[in-house]
């Protein structure tokens, strides 16, 4: 395991794509908190200034989407990357149960996830000071929650778009997913306002469609679940129960994938 | 590498049928390969050869019969220790060079550091291979030697090698040849597939002959020339051809 771990860690440093976009992130996080910097505002006559504990809110804001980013790339490219076309099959004679696979994945965005949040925190002390750090200015232990509230969700998202990348292909699997994001909107549209109709009965196709639209991971209130963190530092425990279940269930779809190999898919990328 | 002292077969196929969508692939085909043996496949393009191969380790759901490694019925991460498989046609990672990735198969199959750096020297040196390149800059010839290296990492006791010969300049072929029977005579066990039959007469001790799926005929390679005279004209007797 640890093995494999390594080789997969070295693969992600030598793509150039990583460095790219731990580049933009750290950019995003200096602009964003360059401009935040002593940023006054002025609310119907109450005059504030953003200081480094308003900051924080937004850097972790601004973060999600280079995460989102990370968790994209490596799902899409990398996780499948020995899996495909004709390093397929010599990846499948290596003396490593298929299960650590989808383990390893796991762990190596993790990682890679970890890493963009000591991005932000270095952007952020760039910016505010080392001062800004003190346990009673900066939230610690919200900052280590929201960390792994994100990961298991973004963890989710990488292993969905894996499973499709090696099923359809890395350029299929962009349209895939913006297309499934699309009917997600209108079905989840649909889904709020046959509500009513489905808590009279489930077994209605109404009823059916909403539970089914409940059933799926919850990417809809992701930001609005990372809002309620922020504000109560909870999280609504049925989803962080549906992220699990999906994390678990694509972990064991995905290794079901490899136990095949599939080495007729062309070589992309 | 261990000598086994029983006469188990190492591998065998009973029955194997093996269906691509509509196609059928391979047809009840049976064969076994003892300890020691060298087993060589042949057969015209499209007669079973690779799917025989991928059916012994594991990489297609097989329609009827049963495949048996080592005496286990499943192919598991353990049973792929003892077997180094260079496939026709692959690539190692790009990102890596020869080194790393001989390296890299070689603390999966857990061996001793210090024989493990020998070893992998000892491959560098005797592929020809660039230890510094990374395998994305490699020409072809120099990826087919990689992936033959890389079948003998760990010392195997089954070899399974699909077509090892294409992309290898007449040097190297001779090199093989000579690796092979050494091998062989140590106690390793070693599937052969090729469709160059005078090859199978020098490098394996028996021969599986295919034709549309179905094996034509099992037969040791000295019987097969007391029968027919050479390799050559028992494929024209069983499979046809001039």
Redesign the interface.
């Known amino acids: 395991m640890l093995?494999?771990l390594q080789?997969n860690c070295?693969?992600v440093f030598?793509?150039k794509m990583i460095y790219l976009i731990l580049v933009f992130s750290s950019l995003v996080h200096l602009a964003g908190m360059k401009f935040l910097n002593h940023l006054t505002l002025s609310i119907q006559g109450v005059v504030s200034i953003i200081g480094p504990k308003e900051a924080v809110y937004t850097a972790l804001f601004l973060q999600v989407f280079s995460s989102l980013s990370i968790a994209s790339v490596y799902g899409i490219w990398m996780a499948p990357?020995?899996h495909r076309?004709?390093?397929s099959?010599?990846t499948?004679?290596?003396?490593?149960?298929?299960i650590q696979f989808p383990i390893c994945y796991i762990i190596c965005c993790g990682l890679l996830l970890l890493i963009n949040f000591i991005v932000m925190i270095v952007t952020f002390v760039s910016v505010f000071g080392f001062s800004s750090l003190n346990p009673e200015l900066f939230p610690w232990i919200f900052i280590l929650k929201t960390f792994l509230f994100q990961w298991l969700c973004l963890e989710v998202l990488m292993l969905g778009l894996a499973l499709s990348s090696l099923m359809f292909g890395q350029v299929a699997t962009f349209f895939i997913s913006g297309s499934l994001l699309f009917v997600l909107q209108i079905v989840g549209t649909f889904a709020r306002f046959f509500k009513e109709a489905a808590e009279e009965s489930y077994f209605s196709a109404k009823g059916i469609l909403v539970w089914l639209y409940l059933k799926l991971p919850p990417f809809g209130s992701f930001v609005f679940d990372l809002k309620e963190l922020m504000s109560s530092g909870r999280i609504p425990f049925e989803n962080l129960i549906l992220w699990v279940v999906w994390l678990v269930l694509f972990s064991l779809l995905f290794w079901a994938k490899v136990r095949?190999?599939n080495?007729a898919r062309s070589?992309e990328a | 590498m261990t000598n086994n002292p029983t006469t188990c077969p190492v591998v065998e196929l009973k029955d194997i049928t093996v269906n691509y969508g509509f196609y059928r692939a391979i047809d009840s085909v049976s064969f076994n390969l003892l300890p020691g043996m060298a087993l060589g496949l042949i057969g015209a393009n499209g007669a079973g050869k690779t799917t025989s191969i991928r059916a012994i380790l594991g990489m297609l759901k097989i329609r009827k019969g049963q495949v048996t490694l080592f005496g286990e019925s499943r192919c598991t991460s353990k049973t792929f220790h003892r077997i180094g498989f260079a496939p026709e046609e692959a690539t190692p990672p790009e990102y890596l060079n020869a080194r790393e990735y001989l390296t890299f198969l070689s603390k999966l199959k857990k061996q001793d550091i210090s024989e493990m750096k020998r070893q992998v020297e000892d491959f560098l040196t005797w592929f020809d291979l660039d230890p510094n390149k990374p395998v994305r800059k490699y020409s072809k010839g120099m990826r087919r030697r990689l992936v033959l290296a890389q079948a003998f990492v760990g010392r195997p006791e089954l070899i399974i090698l699909d077509e090892p010969l294409n992309g290898l300049d007449p040097l190297m072929i001779q090199k093989l040849r000579t690796k092979l029977v050494e091998y062989r005579q140590k106690g390793a066990s070693i599937i052969y597939s090729s469709h160059i039959l005078s090859e199978l007469e020098t490098t394996c001790s028996d021969v599986v002959m295919m034709h549309k799926g179905k094996v034509v005929l099992r037969e040791s390679i000295p019987n097969l020339i007391q029968k027919y005279g050479s390799v050559e004209k028992a494929f024209s007797s069983n499979v046809g051809g001039n």
Request: avoid cysteine; charge should be positive; hydrophobic fraction near 30%.
């Open positions: 093995v494999l080789e070295r693969y030598r793509s990357y020995a076309g004709e390093k099959i010599l499948h004679v290596l003396p490593v149960p298929k095949y190999p080495p070589t």
